[in-house]
């Protein structure tokens, strides 16, 4: 199968030797997304709330680059520096999803690249 690269301007550029997102078939596999600006590359500042509001964001990006949107998203792993911010996380993440509720991992983590409290990847069907 041919392998697409997704990239936009409009989410981060990726930080190090990957892709925003791979489309093979019809499924896209996207990297997960810590929250940086993708206006200034930088890391959003504040708490996890805002965070993980960036990251959501980031992530509506990458979807939109290919066409997609929650509703078609399978499977997301969360990633998480401290467990008790996931009630706040759920809280934001469940926003993005109303109705359509992918499965979904939770992960515990002891750091995440450029000091970020959250990651959160996505796979989905096109």
């Known amino acids: 199968m041919k392998l697409e690269i997704v ?4 989410a981060p550029a990726a930080i190090g030797p990957y892709s925003q997102a791979v489309k093979c ?7 997960g997304q810590i929250p940086l600006d ?3 590359g930088e890391l959003v500042k504040g708490n996890i709330t805002r965070q993980a509001g960036q990251v959501m964001d980031n992530i509506t990006a990458v979807l939109s680059a290919a066409r997609a949107g929650f509703n078609d998203v399978l499977k997301t792993t969360i990633y998480l520096v401290d467990m008790a ?4 996380v759920n809280e934001v993440y469940g926003s993005y999803f109303p109705q359509h509720k992918p ?11 450029r000091g970020a409290l959250l990651e959160i990847e996505v796979v989905v069907a096109l």
């Open 103 to 113: 499965a979904r991992s939770t992960v515990a983590v002891h750091s995440l690249p």
């Open 25 to 31: 078939g019809n499924m896209l596999f996207c990297s």
């Open 85 to 88: 911010d996931f009630a706040a």
């Open 7 to 10: 990239s936009t301007d409009k």
């Open 38 to 40: 993708p206006l200034t």
